[in-house]
Nanobody
């Protein structure tokens, strides 16, 4: 199973970016997919996760600004990030869990300048 993330980049404060992630692998079906991020010198933290039934959990710091969505048929998950702030700067990782196994994407850099 591989998670391939795309999107990210550099944007000014208040701007928007969209991250996408596609999971590949024969018969792969994730129960939960989502995004984590890790800023320099900080621990990796949950940004947003969504399960197959559409139940969503957001970090308090992104509520109202980020929107997560998934396509179960395509095994994809996306993160629309609006009103970005400099503190959102981090490497963002796509995440998926199937049964008891966790999978991580390669990480994509998001940089927000003030």
């Amino acid at each position: 199973v591989q998670l391939q993330a795309s999107g990210g980049g550099s944007v000014q404060s208040g701007g928007s970016l969209r991250l996408s992630c596609a999971a590949s692998g024969s018969g792969f079906s994730a129960s939960t997919m989502g995004w984590y991020r890790q800023a320099p010198g900080k621990q990796r933290e949950m940004v947003a996760v969504i399960n197959r039934s559409g139940s969503i959990n957001y970090a308090d710091s992104v509520k109202g600004r980020f929107t997560i969505s998934r396509d179960n048929a395509k095994n994809t998950v996306s993160l629309q990030m609006n009103s970005l702030k400099p503190e959102d700067t981090a490497v963002y990782y796509c995440y998926a869990i199937a049964y008891t196994t966790s999978y991580w994407g390669q990480g994509t850099q998001v940089t927000v300048s003030s």
